[in-house]
């Protein structure tokens, strides 16, 4: 089993307990979620990343209606640049969880079927040598990220990589998003320490296939 973060911004469609034992979702205190944003002190519930960001908006001097076709008519290179970490991080980590949560089910594990295992198949060899290599290099993570296959619309084919932090696979490579693994520390070490090859394994146990075949039949149309 393994805890993973939980993320009330994002959409889960199963009770979290479900996952057990092989995604133990408990939630970690607080002070296991490192960002720039101000947010509560520990112990107490941490905000949705989305609203981390308007508290970090509403601290700084943005206006209220900031995007950045605005900042760019208003010429604040300045202020554009400021937001981005504060955007990279807790927006990506929205976009990362959202689809790292329905990824997960508790009747999935097994193989994918149709399209998605033959794409797998051309692209990797076999289901078998796919998984291996995708779990290599999320096991080979520096520190805090995450593990992905995403698809290459320019290529026409699967890939796996691999992002630091919170960063978010199709604005940092161009990958469409199919699957997603979190492998920040915070969410197995309640379960397995700092074991995160065992985490790995368990897992393949509840990966949601139809939604992972669902994502790439959506990103080739």
């Not at 133990?24 to 949705?48: E, F, Q, V």
């Not at 700084?60 to 950045?68: L, M, T």
């Not at 065992?198 to 075949?213: F, G, P, T």
């Amino acid at each position: 089993s393994a805890r993973a973060k939980p993320r009330p911004d994002c959409a889960r469609p199963y009770e979290a307990s479900r996952l057990r034992p092989c995604a133990d979702t408990c939630p970690p205190p607080a002070r296991h979620y490192p960002g720039p944003l101000p947010c509560p002190p520990p112990g107490s519930p941490r905000p949705a990343q989305p609203q981390c960001v308007r508290a970090w908006l509403q601290r700084s001097s943005v206006p209220p209606r900031c995007c950045a076709a605005w900042l760019l008519r208003a010429g604040d290179v300045t202020t554009q640049v400021s937001l981005q970490p504060a955007l990279k991080f807790n927006g990506g980590g929205h976009i990362n969880h959202t689809i790292f949560w329905t990824n997960l089910s508790p009747s999935g594990g097994g193989e994918p079927q149709g399209e998605l295992l033959e794409a797998i198949k051309r692209d990797f060899g076999s289901f078998a040598s796919f998984k291996e290599k995708l779990t290599a290099v999320s096991v080979g993570v520096q520190g805090s990220g995450w593990g992905w296959l995403g698809f290459n619309k320019e290529q026409g084919r699967l890939q796996i990589a691999a992002c630091a932090n919170q960063d978010p696979l199709q604005g940092t490579t161009g990958l469409v998003p199919l699957l997603g693994i979190d492998v920040w520390e915070h969410a197995y070490y309640l379960q397995y320490k700092n074991v995160r090859p065992d985490y790995l394994k368990a897992i393949w146990n509840v990966i949601n296939w139809e939604n992972v075949s669902s994502r790439y039949s959506a990103c080739r149309k």
